[in-house]
């Protein structure tokens, strides 16, 4: 399914949660893993957990 994170869209598995998305989102970017998220949002500005489960065309935001 595709997501978008910081409005760049993400291929990820059905089922993936918003840790798995964002960490799709470093592997297409070359980005450290071990970057540390500092908060993560949804597309109307609530924050969201990393362990929460997201839908296909769900849009994720967030800031290192």
Wanted: glycine share 4%; no cysteine.
């Amino acid at each position: 399914m595709i997501v978008f994170v910081n409005d760049i869209p993400v291929k990820t598995y059905y089922g993936a949660k918003v840790k798995s998305a964002i960490m799709a989102y470093f592997r297409d970017h070359d980005l450290s893993p071990k970057t540390e998220i500092k908060e993560v949002r949804d597309a109307y500005g609530h924050r969201i957990a990393l362990d929460g489960s997201i839908r296909s065309n769900a849009r994720i935001y967030f800031k290192m």
